[in-house]
């Protein structure tokens, strides 16, 4: 069997609050093969968020198994750590989260700047990326300057600056209106379809949709994993358990 | 990648200006201050030190004792002690190398429709030897105008400017105490004497001349002192003895008596006033570093703040891979640039202000590389120094917490 871009085995994460410890996630088992699609879907407070943290390497699981591409990650430091986020993982968050003092063409470049890319380099690769999302014309703009939906566009294409194999995107249509999303979405198809892999977290099931696989979180376990497309490999994780 | 954060550097203090500028005086202060103050304590010693060169080196003064006359003392100096003939003693003793006998008192100059009054010092040329004290034209009197006791005189700058104004003196006459006098040479600028008195306010006539025709009442051969060089400062000690074992014997004073006579080592004096202005001006350094400091201080301060204000940006830098490394170099760099700019800016205020200070006081200043140097490695320090504490703080953020910063 082909290595899985994603290994998940039984992973637990308590938070320690000044009530008691809190077990935000329990027994999670998750794997996931490169170029495929995932939507994540629960209620506030289900542990999806936690999730896609410790699979961004933001966060570290209290015990269990985490693997990147037959990696282990418990083992790296910090400064491996940031090379995985800057060179394997392309995030995007629900508030853009673009740096307000800088141009568009700044803030896509920026993860260049961390893995010490020279600057005609880094401008040249930004500027293609901002040409692939269609605002080429708005390099030097400063973020307050566009709508909400082409900063997003801004955020996608600062995530895939420095050619990631997978992008997490928490909400990215959370702050949008309903046809900005549906753009936001294609955007995403497009570039899963040229073979990046994908993992979305949001509330709206028309959004989860457009993923190839749908996982349902609720009180910090997976109880449902379906895949769209394919009726065969649907299983009820919530039956199983 | 320095470059680019540097940049970065850069458009954060662009961000909020006036904040910047604020921090950044904090440095301005305290570096100006800094340069003013070495550079007014600096032009204090090495006016003091010209003052030292010009009085002469390895000196001694030998001044008459003091007198008694009905039970009240006088003060030391005003008894007929010491004559030319001990003058001559003392020039054959081991270790001494010039020697002058001086007579002085004061005395109406008068040139024309001018007069002046000066002191008049009588002594013989090797005085001008000792004070290292030239002429600015004209010639010194002759050994046989010291023999015939001629009426000539060597007139100081302050005298010339009194009763000359833009008179060529050489040659003119000039009456002292009604005694016609020529005038052979006029003294070169020789300044303040330690003590602030005017060196250039002064008239030296021949001693024979003086005892004889203008210092009347004292009996003939009288010295009110007597200057003596020593070849070498290590022989200054040996001299000194010398000198008061040879004049105790000439002046037949018994073991235990008073001495009529002081010997006073004026190298001694003028070094002690070269300690007193180096202790004032490493105080007048150590004032202003507290101001570098306090500009330290705010450094930190507002790095701190910034910090704080961007907890979010912290967070976004390190999802997209920043190293702890990356971060904390971020912030430091933000600190040392705005304290070496702060310091550039400093540095040209102090100069600025230190030849300000030299135009309106007269007062010497001197700004030395040296000091400039020691100015900009403490101010670059005080960058790194306060810099780094909010610079650490940033790097090791929670991510996760960063990025919910609101």
């Known amino acids: ?241 | 990648m320095f470059s680019a954060m540097l940049g970065e550097a850069w458009q954060a203090m662009g961000a909020n200006r006036l904040r910047t500028f604020l921090t950044m005086l904090g440095m301005v202060i305290g570096v100006g201050s800094v340069v003013l103050m070495m550079a007014v304590g600096q032009g204090a010693e090495e006016s003091v030190k010209q003052s030292i060169n010009a009085m002469g080196s390895n000196l001694f003064i030998v001044l008459s004792g003091s007198s008694t006359s009905g039970g009240a003392r006088s003060g030391s100096g005003n008894a007929s002690t010491l004559t030319v003939n001990d003058a001559n003693a003392i020039g054959e003793l081991d270790g001494v190398g010039n020697v002058a006998p001086i007579s002085m008192g004061n005395a109406q100059v008068v040139f024309g429709g001018n007069n002046w009054s000066t002191s008049i010092m009588g002594t013989t040329a090797t005085y001008l030897d000792i004070r290292a004290w030239d002429l600015d034209d004209g010639y010194v009197f002759s050994d046989s105008d010291m023999r015939s006791a001629t009426r000539v005189a060597l007139i100081g700058k302050t005298v010339v400017e009194n009763i000359f104004g833009d008179i060529n003196p050489i040659g003119k006459t000039i009456r002292i105490k009604q005694n016609p006098f020529v005038v052979l040479g006029v003294l070169k600028d020789k300044g303040q004497s330690l003590d602030g008195r005017d060196q250039d306010d002064t008239i030296i006539i021949p001693l024979t001349t003086a005892q004889r025709k203008i210092l009347g009442n004292q009996f003939a051969g009288s010295v009110r002192q007597i200057m003596v060089q020593a070849v070498s400062p290590e022989a200054m000690t040996m001299v000194e003895q010398n000198i008061n074992g040879l004049l105790k014997q000439r002046h037949n004073i018994r073991e235990g008596a008073d001495n009529d006579f002081n010997v006073r080592n004026l190298t001694a004096v003028a070094n002690s006033a070269a300690e007193t202005t180096r202790t004032m001006s490493l105080l007048l350094g150590a004032i202003a570093s507290v101001s570098l400091l306090v500009g330290g201080i705010g450094i930190m301060n507002i790095m701190l703040v910034s910090v704080t204000e961007r907890t979010r940006e912290i967070g976004i830098r390190m999802a997209i891979g920043a190293r702890e490394g990356d971060i904390l170099l971020q912030f430091l760099l933000e600190a040392i640039v705005i304290s070496v700019i702060g310091c550039l800016i400093g540095l040209f205020i102090g100069i600025t202000g230190a030849m300000l200070v030299n135009k309106l006081t007269q007062a010497a200043v001197v700004i030395s590389g040296y000091s400039v140097m020691i100015a900009f490695a403490v101010a670059a320090s005080v960058g790194i120094f306060f810099g780094f504490y909010p610079a650490r703080k940033a790097a090791r953020m929670n991510p996760i917490e960063a990025l919910r910063y609101q």
Do not use: W
Request: proline share 3%; net charge negative.
């Open chain 1, 1 to 241: 069997m082909a290595q899985s871009l994603v290994l998940v085995q039984d992973l637990h994460k308590d938070y320690q609050t000044a009530a008691g410890a809190i077990t935000v996630l329990k027994q999670v088992n998750f794997s996931m093969d490169a170029g495929d699609f995932v939507a994540i879907m629960g209620p506030s407070g289900s542990g999806k968020s936690t999730f896609m943290n410790i699979l961004g390497c933001l966060d570290k699981p209290t015990s269990g198994h985490y693997a990147l591409n037959g990696h282990p990650i418990a083992e790296l430091d910090g400064n491996a750590l940031a090379k995985i986020r800057n060179q394997t993982i392309g995030f995007v968050f629900q508030g853009f989260n673009l740096l307000s003092r800088a141009s568009l063409l700044d803030n896509v470049a920026l993860p260049l700047v961390y893995s010490g890319v020279s600057k005609s380099e880094r401008q040249e690769r930004a500027k293609v990326l901002l040409e692939k999302v269609g605002l080429g014309k708005y390099i030097n703009s400063l973020p307050n300057q566009i709508s909400g939906g082409q900063q997003q566009r801004v955020a996608i294409a600062r995530a895939l600056v420095n050619r990631p194999q997978l992008i997490l995107a928490d909400e990215p249509t959370g702050n949008l209106d309903s046809v900005t999303s549906e753009e936001i979405m294609a955007l995403f198809s497009a570039l899963n379809a040229e073979g990046i892999s994908i993992i979305l977290v949001t509330h709206e099931s028309d959004i989860a949709e457009h993923a190839s696989r749908q996982v349902r979180f609720l009180d910090g376990r997976i109880v449902q994993d379906t895949r769209s497309r394919t009726m065969e490999n649907v299983t009820e994780a919530g039956v199983l358990n």
